[in-house]
């Protein structure tokens, strides 16, 4: 792609790390998180969301939490696919006292659902 003069963007990394995460790659997902970052892409919102999403499928639910709150630290606010996606994943690997909490959360954080 760069050898043709075309740089890559957020959408490009983020296309990437959606179907890495679909594949339950989770090396190759890391990789190119890690490769946005030496670009100098910030991840967006749709980024954090893939991760929380995909990390969720692979049942790595610290990883999930971990991510959530990046995402407060550098000033981005997790929406109502941010918590979703956290509980739904959580409610399909039977941890429902998990989804409880996480969902009391996003009502007191005011996101609506």
């Known amino acids: 792609m760069e050898n043709h003069g075309v740089r890559p963007n957020c959408i490009t990394f983020n296309s990437l790390i959606v179907k890495f995460c679909e594949i339950r ?51 981005m606010k997790p929406n109502v696919v941010s918590y979703g996606s956290l509980v739904n994943c959580l409610c399909k690997d039977g941890k429902l006292l998990e989804a409880e909490i996480v969902l009391r959360d996003m009502e007191d954080r005011g996101i609506s659902s």
């Open 25 to 75: 790659e989770i090396d190759k997902t890391e990789k190119w998180v890690k490769k946005m970052a030496e670009k100098g892409i910030s991840p967006n919102l749709e980024t954090h969301n893939t991760l929380i999403n995909g990390y969720g499928r692979m049942g790595l639910f610290d990883r999930c939490f971990q991510i959530l709150e990046e995402m407060e630290y550098h000033g």
